[in-house]
Nanobody, 119 residues
Framework: VQLQASGGGLVQGGGSLRLSCAAS????????MGWFRQAPGKEREFVAG????????YYADSAKGRFTISRDNAKNMVYLQMNNLKPEDTAVYYC?????????????WGQGTQVTVSS
């Protein structure tokens, strides 16, 4: 599986961005997908996740109410809509594909896309 994240950029606080993750390879099918982020000097942290069906989504507390994860399996795409962005959301955002057995981690990672939120 190859993952290509895009959609990052510079935005003012309170603004919005939509991140996209394009997945290639048959291994995308059936996989849980997640978004993570890593700010300078900090560890990578979970942001949001979505099951293959899209029926279940999960969010970090920092993302709840502001971010929405979604997917289009026909297009092998995963999205992260980010609204009301804050300077503390500044980070490199990564998409990741979950291992075939749910709950056992992630085994494919995209290259990351930079999100910078100005105050």
């Amino acid at each position: 599986v190859q993952l290509q994240a895009s959609g990052g950029g510079l935005v003012q606080g309170g603004g919005s961005l939509r991140l996209s993750c394009a997945a290639s390879g048959r291994a995308f099918e059936g996989r849980y997908m997640g978004w993570f982020r890593q700010a300078p000097g900090k560890e990578r942290e979970f942001v949001a996740g979505i099951t293959w069906s899209g029926d279940s989504t999960y969010y970090a507390d920092s993302a709840k109410g502001r971010f929405t994860i979604s997917r289009d399996n026909a297009k092998n795409m995963v999205y992260l809509q980010m609204n009301n962005l804050k300077p503390e959301d500044t980070a490199v955002y990564y998409c990741a594909a979950g291992k075939p057995v749910l709950g056992t981690g992630y085994d494919y990672w995209g290259q990351g896309t930079q999100v910078t939120v100005s105050s």
